[in-house]
């Protein structure tokens, strides 16, 4: 979280199932709609984690900015739930993050 408090943070999340990516069109994506997988033939998915906070109904979320374009659930985002009983997280988010900063020099 303090990482991406800072920055945008990539990550790899296990890949997305197709009922969810025909249909997500915003809101909540808890664990049972997206489980992690298991296994190291998982394949993988890269997005970006912008953010996060809590919805009106007090649930813990991670925003996340994907490359399936702004058609796709919330104008290109999705809200994957936060702080739940499995370790790996919704979509495997918390097993696959990176940490590779990015330092750019200024024109």
Not at 56 to 78: C, H, M, Q, V
């Amino acid at each position: 979280m303090r990482a991406v408090a800072k920055q945008p943070v990539a990550v790899n999340l296990d890949t997305c199932p197709p009922e969810l990516r025909k249909s997500y069109t915003g809101g909540l994506i808890e664990f049972e709609d997206w489980p992690a997988q298991n296994g190291k033939d998982v394949v993988k998915h890269a997005v970006i984690v912008v953010g996060y906070g809590k919805d009106d109904e007090g649930n813990l979320f991670w925003k996340i900015k994907n490359s399936y374009g702004t058609p796709w659930g919330d104008r290109g985002y999705a809200y994957l739930g936060r702080g739940i009983e499995d370790k790996r997280g919704v979509a495997g988010i918390t097993r696959w993050h990176r940490l590779s900063p990015v330092i750019l020099p200024f024109p």
